[in-house]
């Protein structure tokens, strides 16, 4: 992974001694909370219902054990002994008090970390494939142009004040892992003709109060105009994104408002008069940084395939967990291993500083010292021999994250909600627990199969609700809570924003709904191979209106 250069060093440990001067002032009362908010939020620290949080970068969502290890340090140190990680491959800590902050972010600058541009108007952490550099169906690992971006962006004169946050996400499989076209700038990786690496540029996408699905502005990005393309579309936001109002202040409005084509011949002006400026990428420098994310040298271990056959047959469980957690790795003699923060009746996304520890062991010992974040709220181990799973597996049984639910309907995205969200209408999190102790047997999950559920607590949608396959949006009614359920939602290559399926349900009515839903799609469904997505885009909204409406429905 990428390592920090003097400047990043410095650069780092100067700002957290800024912040440091900020929140001593703030504590002296010589700062208002309205020109300190503006501080806290450049150094990732927000305000919620109940105490301060602050908000970790991740960049591309790649870690070493080194620093999962400091994250545990100041899990223990500074919180209440755990983490939340987040739909932006981030980390937030939810407790932490004002007066240690800046401790933290001294701790964390000793192991290249920081929270910077994890908030505000300004382009926030680059997100990239989870799978990045391992993936088996992979044309090019996508984590050095997120690394060229985050350096780009990372305090840009230009692009520090937007109109409002931005966020761009990279990927470079076939399979979109990294919801690109939910995103401000979304680019997927390609060949063309030639054999030249270059990029499929998508804007406009994004979530909240008005979701929409990316367009393709352009169809080869050449590798060497990265850099002069993105500032074109940013700068064309910069000047005529809405900052009259900021729920229409997003790119996406702009694309909406403005037409794709106009949009798009806008960018491409802007591009003309940079294209052969000092963004052009020179080769050598995207050599150096691709340099630091080579794939470990990884020996060949032929014997895992009998030992793995031997332990499959000798324990069922574990044969569950391999079938549905470990994904195909480039090199045959190896596995991807996700490590589900979805454990029957937990809470989505929190992991201990024990079991931060632990993580960080297993990497060590058995992954090259790498560990992933997923946008999906989980933990991968990117290069894991087949020969080693039996043992990391045990690893992840000691601590209660050995969940054999990837991609299944327990592995719930969820927001933190109205336990802490200052925004939320709605609690995410009993309702994540009740659902996933719904359904939370083996059999009962390995017979629905593939299916995603995400929730968000309000209409800001970090639960990603808009791409779950069923996607739950809390609301507020008349001072009560309400689930607004909508259906066929998905983040991939076929991307698609979930329909409203009809009024919303109280909180002790959302799982029988769910479970109605579920036994809806397995009475339609052609045969177990066909997903809950594939069956709901076949046969549209209908039946499932009719299950949980009735006859009122059936008119409707």
């Not at 060590?364 to 790498?370: G, K, L, N, P, S």
Request: charged fraction near 25%; hydrophobic fraction near 40%.
């Amino acid at each position: 992974m990428y390592r920090y250069d003097e400047f990043d060093h410095a650069f780092v440990s100067e700002r957290v001694e800024q912040f440091r001067d900020q929140v001593q002032r703030r504590l002296a009362g010589e700062l208002a909370e309205d020109a300190f908010k503006p501080l806290r939020l450049m150094n990732g620290v927000y305000l919620q219902l109940h105490a301060y949080m602050l908000r970790i970068a991740i960049p591309y969502g790649t870690l070493s054990a080194r620093q999962m290890r400091m994250l545990a340090h100041i899990a223990r140190t500074y919180d209440r002994g755990y983490g939340h990680f987040t739909t932006r491959q981030n980390l937030q800590f939810n407790w932490p008090k004002l007066s240690e902050i800046p401790d933290a972010l001294a701790d964390l600058a000793s192991v290249e970390m920081h929270a910077l541009q994890t908030s505000g108007n300004c382009i926030r952490n680059v997100t990239a494939d989870h799978f990045a550099g391992a993936a088996a169906d992979e044309i090019a690992d996508p984590r050095p142009y997120a690394e060229i971006l985050r350096q780009w962006s990372s305090v840009h004169p230009e692009f520090s004040f937007l109109p409002r946050k931005f966020k761009i996400a990279v990927t470079g499989a076939e399979r979109d892992r990294a919801a690109i076209q939910v995103h401000d700038i979304g680019l997927h990786l390609k060949k063309n003709d030639k054999g030249e690496i270059g990029f499929a540029v998508y804007v406009g996408g994004g979530q909240g109060r008005t979701p929409m699905i990316a367009k393709l502005i352009r169809d080869f990005l050449p590798e060497e105009d990265l850099l002069s393309y993105t500032t074109a579309i940013v700068r064309v936001y910069n000047l005529h994104g809405r900052r009259d109002n900021k729920y229409k202040a997003r790119i996406k409005i702009l694309v909406h408002e403005t037409g794709a084509e106009e949009l798009t011949r806008q960018v491409e002006a802007e591009f003309a008069s940079l294209r052969d400026s000092e963004l052009k990428l020179p080769e050598q420098d995207v050599e150096a940084i691709t340099s630091y994310f080579a794939l470990p040298d990884l020996p060949q271990r032929a014997e895992g395939w009998e030992n793995l056959a031997r332990w499959k047959k000798a324990d069922p469980a574990f044969a569950r967990w391999v079938q549905q957690n470990v994904q195909p790795h480039k090199n045959p003699d190896y596995g991807m291993v996700t490590i589900s923060l979805k454990p029957i009746g937990g809470i989505p996304g929190d992991a201990t500083d024990a079991q931060m520890d632990a993580i960080a062991d297993l990497a060590v010992e058995y992954a090259f010292d790498e560990i992933r974040v997923s946008h999906e709220q989980n933990l991968i181990l990117p290069h894991v021999a087949l020969a080693d799973l039996e043992a990391v597996y045990r690893g992840l049984v000691a601590i209660d994250l050995a969940e054999a639910n990837a991609g299944l309907i327990t592995d719930i995205i969820a927001c933190p909600g109205l336990d802490y969200c200052a925004l939320a209408n709605a609690r995410s999190i009993p309702l994540a627990q009740e659902i996933s102790r719904r359904f939370g047997s083996a059999e009962r999950q390995a017979e629905i199969g593939e299916l995603k559920i995400k929730i968000s607590g309000c209409i800001n949608a970090c639960g990603h609700h808009h791409v779950g396959h069923i996607g739950l949006l809390g609301v507020e009614k008349k001072g009560a809570e309400l689930y607004q359920i909508t259906l066929g939602g998905s983040g991939d290559e076929h991307t698609s924003i979930g329909e409203i399926i009809g009024r919303g349900f109280e909180p002790d009515r959302v799982t029988d709904a769910i479970e109605t839903i579920v036994d809806t799609y397995l009475g339609l469904r052609l045969d177990p191979s066909e997903i809950f997505l594939a069956a709901y885009r076949r046969v549209g909204p209908q039946p499932f209106k009719t299950a949980l409406y009735g006859a009122a429905a059936e008119a409707a």
